[in-house]
């Protein structure tokens, strides 16, 4: 799987997302598009969240890099899972799917919600 060689703008892409937090019953303002993620100890992670305050973090830029670690998280996937998410908004809907997850149905792993968010974005 190759990612592209630019970063994502993500704040591009905001009203989307917002529509797909509704879509899912969270409240578009329970999305915070930052400049980095305080307090994180891994640089190159691109998004978190926050399960009890309901509260979605996602860098306003995605950087290669970013992207990168992302998809070496991914990679026990199947190649067709991957394929789904090569295109820059299909990448940055899948980060917020899984933790669109991880806030509604808390008690799956973070495997379970990426497999949620791989099946679900065919809806989105």
């Known amino acids: 799987m190759t990612a592209g060689n630019r970063s994502i703008d993500v704040v ?3 009203a989307d997302l917002e529509q797909i937090m509704e879509k899912y019953g969270l409240a578009p303002e329970s999305l915070e598009l930052v400049d980095s993620l305080e307090n994180e100890p891994n ?3 691109a998004s978190r969240c926050f399960k009890i305050e309901k509260k979605i973090q996602i860098k306003k830029v995605i950087t290669l890099e970013d992207r990168l670690d ?5 990679s026990k996937f199947d190649q067709a899972d991957l394929k789904k998410i ?3 908004e299909q990448f940055v809907k899948h980060l917020l799917m899984k933790h669109i997850c991880s806030i509604n149905e808390r008690w799956k792993d973070l ?5 949620w968010a791989f099946y679900n974005l ?3």
Do not use: S
């Open 43 to 45: 640089p190159n992670r």
């Open 111 to 115: 495997h379970e919600c990426d497999k």
């Open 70 to 74: 992302t998809l070496k998280l991914l």
């Open 12 to 14: 591009a892409l905001k």
């Open 122 to 124: 065919k809806f989105v």
């Open 86 to 88: 090569e295109g820059d």
